[in-house]
């Protein structure tokens, strides 16, 4: 039996349901448990969820989308204060891993050999292991080439840990790097001219 609920009730559930929730959110996910007994629209779940975004603006944490659903967080510019409650620093990431990184996120999909084309490095194994095992990329194919090598992507964890909704929320490369990355990758060519 479904019952009704009126709309500052659902806002209610809904900001209770992402406080609580140990892990981002979804739609699909509130409505399937939260949400189960209770008619409600998708127009007037976002509207609740609006409601919650906005009442949130002036306050110290956020309610954000991510790449697995919402979830509440402290603003960015509270960090250097906040930081203080945990001894334990942020893990450090070498220069190596974060060119991977970015180079999977913003060429996806892409093959490790690929990769190493545009560094100009090798990829080191440990590297591509780290990342699986963080859940940041994961295996999406193979290329239709010989050897079929690894196609690699981003998840939805690396969304979610970055603090992004999509692949769209990356900040933009400048125009001039973004030509000489598609160049380096469909021209091997262009990779040695400019080492």
């Known amino acids: 039996m479904t019952r009704r609920v009126s709309d500052e009730q659902l806002v209610e559930l809904v900001e209770a349901a992402i406080f609580v929730a140990d892990k981002p959110l979804s739609k699909k996910h509130m409505k399937e ?39 509440f967080q402290a603003c960015p510019s509270l960090s250097p204060w906040l930081n203080m409650l945990w001894q334990e620093k942020a893990p450090k990431y070498s220069r190596a891993t974060l060119e991977t990184l970015a180079l999977i996120a913003y060429r996806q999909p892409i093959t490790r050999g690929e990769i190493e084309q545009v560094r100009g490095v090798t990829v080191s194994s440990n590297i591509m292991k780290s990342l699986l095992e963080r ?7 193979h290329k239709e080439v010989p050897g079929k090598p690894a196609l690699y992507a981003t998840t939805k964890l690396f969304l979610d840990y970055f603090s992004l909704s999509g692949l769209d929320g990356l900040p933009k490369l400048p125009e001039l790097q973004s030509e000489k990355l598609d160049q380096m990758l469909n021209d091997p060519s262009v990779r040695e001219q400019s080492e």
């Open 33 to 71: 448990t939260v949400l189960q007994d209770i008619s409600v629209s998708d127009r007037r779940l976002q509207q609740a969820i609006d409601t919650i975004s906005e009442h949130y603006q002036t306050r110290g944490v956020k309610l954000v989308e991510v790449g697995t659903g919402y979830r």
């Open 135 to 141: 859940q940041w990329i994961k295996v999406v194919g």
